[in-house]
T-cell receptor, first 112, second 111 residues
Framework: SQTIHQWPATLVQPVGSPLSLECTVE??????LYWYRQAAGRGLQLLFY??????ISSEVPQNLSASRPQDRQFILSSKKLLLSDSGFYLC???????????FGAGTRLSVL | GESVGLHLPTLSVQEGDNSIINCAYS??????FIWYKQESGKGPQFIID?????DKRQGQRVTVLLNKTVKHLSLQIAATQPGDSAVYFC??????????FGKGTTLSVSS
């Protein structure tokens, strides 16, 4: 069966510091991969999605970037965090049609 | 732009009651709809899905109804239990790789 791993679970970082969040999927090949951000009490905002290695689509211009160095690995990064980058970050995967996305446990990021 | 929304941000029910969570969507071209459940501090969990060529689909204690005429989607939970307390999101697929999520309804179940 497929599983998705996302870490760390929580992270506290100072403003201006770099960020690297990692997501890996097991049990499937060539999945679509997604990064979402969820502000407190709000819905999910799609940040990036990837349909293959090295292929990244950005949905929202921002202080973040994403990379897919391996088929089942998706990384969310920032060179310099802003206060507004605080939030709950979720990684998800899908196998195409139907586009049922399965989510990781999330990373709670606090930028202070 | 196109969006998926929910009629009520919160819903409070008693244990054992049936719950109905509603969702309105605006894009008639959406071909697929999904309901997710998100417990506090966790990622959303897939509950049930329905294709646009269907009106109803049933799962274990859950039923999703789709009314394409008025672009309305609902999730019915039978015999609601305290463990059903969570935020419920509907999502629509617009023939692409991205899902459009609604803002969510918080379901609170009291014993």
């Amino acid at each position: 069966s497929q599983t998705i791993h996302q870490w760390p679970a929580t992270l506290v970082q100072p403003v201006g510091s770099p960020l690297s969040l990692e997501c890996t999927v097991e049990g499937t090949s060539n999945p679509n991969l997604y990064w979402y951000r969820q502000a407190a009490g709000r819905g999910l905002q799609l940040l990036f999605y990837s349909v293959g290695i090295g292929q990244i689509s950005s949905e929202v211009p921002q202080n973040l970037s994403a990379s897919r160095p391996q088929d089942r690995q998706f990384i969310l990064s920032s060179k310099k965090l802003l206060l507004s980058d605080s939030g709950f970050y979720l990684c998800a995967w899908s196998e195409g049609a139907p586009n049922i996305q399965y989510f990781g446990a999330g990373t709670r990021l606090s930028v202070l | 732009g196109e969006s998926v929304g929910l009629h009520l941000p919160t819903l409070s029910v008693q244990e054992g009651d049936n719950s109905i969570i509603n969702c309105a969507y605006s894009n008639s071209a959406s071909d697929y709809f999904i309901w997710y459940k998100q417990e506090s501090g966790k990622g959303p969990q897939f509950i049930i899905d329905i294709r646009s060529n269907m009106d109803k689909r049933q799962g274990q204690r859950v039923t999703v109804l789709l009314n394409k005429t008025v672009k309305h989607l609902s999730l019915q939970i039978a015999a609601t239990q305290p463990g059903d307390s969570a935020v419920y999101f509907c999502a629509e697929n617009q023939a692409g790789t991205a899902l459009i999520f609604g803002k969510g309804t918080t379901l609170s179940v009291s014993s």
